[in-house]
């Protein structure tokens, strides 16, 4: 048992450390945005937009749900209840 509780905090641990060289890494290369070739600058932005806004757009979107979901729409409530079976079964 404190075999896998090692292991699974290790794995923690190690993911943790490559999701901040992974930022470390997108942040140096946002310095050179303006000096980067056409087809590389596009690819850039593209990593730009999912890294910086598409989070902010989850959490607007989740917030307009759950306001939906309060108001009783069946639609919000819906896709809550089936956002958190997806949830539960990715984990799984």
Do not use: D
């Not at 690819?43 to 989850?58: G, M, R, T, Y």
């Amino acid at each position: 048992m404190l075999g896998a509780l090692k292991a699974c905090q290790t794995m923690n641990t190690m993911r943790i450390r490559r999701a901040q060289h992974l930022v470390q890494h997108f942040a140096a290369i946002l310095r050179y945005l303006r000096r980067a070739p056409g087809e590389f600058r596009k690819i850039l932005i593209a990593e730009a937009f999912l890294h910086v806004f598409n989070p902010w757009i989850l959490l607007l979107a989740t917030a307009i749900l759950l306001y939906q979901a309060i108001k009783s729409s069946i639609t919000a409530v819906t896709l809550f209840a089936l956002g958190a079976v997806l949830l539960v079964y990715r984990r799984i």
